[in-house]
């Protein structure tokens, strides 16, 4: 899968560029990270086949 070319406006809701991270930057050697968001607890998550999956 592809993503936009910077500044393409695709999936981009504001006017400067969006803040990007490397997902194993995020998920660690663990493979998950955990989220707290309006009182909320999110689980992001790498699968087996190396995609990522968000629980609430």
Known sequence: MQLPAKGTG???TSASTPH???SKELLGNS???VIHHE???YVLRRTKNGKLI???
């Open 10 to 12: 695709q999936g981009d």
């Open 20 to 22: 990007e991270v490397n």
């Open 31 to 33: 493979g998950q990270l």
């Open 39 to 41: 009182q909320r607890r």
């Open 54 to 56: 968000l629980n609430a």
